[in-house]
T-cell receptor, first 113, second 112 residues
Framework: DTAVSQTPKYLVTQMGNDKSIKCEQNLGHDTMYWYKQDSKKFLKIMFSYNNKELIINETVPNRFSPKSPDKAHLNLHINSLELGDSAVYFC????????????FGPGTRLTVT | SQQGEEDPQALSIQEGENATMNCSYKTSINNLQWYRQNSGRGLVHLILIRSNEREKHSGRLRVTLDTSKKSSSLLITASRAADTASYFCATDPLSGNTPLVFGKGTRLSVIA
């Protein structure tokens, strides 16, 4: 069974559109994360939720809105997509907040044209 | 911002050789973690070393931590073609509610 899954794996869309990426973990972890990895492979934290509560919100445009319906799911909605949003987005989870080892999903490659 | 910096950026070796990657960071930490990323995949956790530990082993991996120099190294012994990947260090800052900070990674190529 996949521990952390993301859908879709690839997403190609036009500027100005709104899109969502879904993430689910079946590890029973309390904490989930969204990261953005740019073309130079630099990985940057965007958001973190602990038991459905937002605990980390880095400097991210408010076009990005995370939603956690329960502690096993953390979805990312992006409004008014821009060319600069093109990147690979990774979801991850950890046992608890406090920077335990993290388990990553396979990534969603977003291309904005 | 505080950030781990891996060195070298890229490393190419022959199968069977050892590979050493280094990570330097700027401020005090709780722990330091190493991750591997195969092309087109998510990161996989390899090893976590706490600030009060100096060395840790896991199979062919050996990690050292020198908090006085704010640096860590990852040694992969007897490398295999399957070790080809990018390797990232991530630091857990000592201060407050701060997330893991990832470095830019070392791209390792192991040639068969």
């Amino acid at each position: 069974d996949t521990a952390v899954s993301q859908t879709p794996k690839y997403l190609v869309t036009q500027m100005g559109n709104d899109k969502s990426i879904k993430c689910e973990q079946n590890l029973g972890h309390d904490t989930m994360y969204w990261y953005k990895q740019d073309s130079k492979k630099f990985l940057k934290i965007m958001f973190s939720y602990n038991n459905k509560e937002l605990i980390i919100n880095e400097t991210v445009p408010n076009r990005f809105s995370p939603k956690s319906p329960d502690k096993a799911h953390l979805n990312l909605h992006i409004n008014s997509l821009e060319l600069g949003d093109s990147a690979v987005y990774f979801c991850a989870s950890s046992f608890h907040r406090g920077n335990y080892e993290q388990y990553f999903g396979p990534g969603t490659r977003l291309t904005v044209t | 911002s505080q950030q781990g910096e891996e060195d070298p950026q890229a490393l190419s070796i022959q199968e069977g050789e050892n590979a050493t990657m280094n990570c330097s960071y700027k401020t005090s930490i709780n722990n330091l973690q190493w991750y591997r990323q195969n092309s087109g995949r998510g990161l996989v956790h390899l090893i976590l070393i706490r600030s009060n530990e100096r060395e840790k082993h896991s199979g062919r991996l050996r990690v050292t931590l020198d908090t006085s120099k704010k640096s860590s190294s990852l040694l992969i012994t007897a490398s295999r073609a399957a070790d080809t990947a990018s390797y990232f260090c991530a630091t857990d800052p000592l201060s407050g509610n701060t997330p893991l900070v990832f470095g830019k990674g070392t791209r390792l190529s192991v040639i068969a």
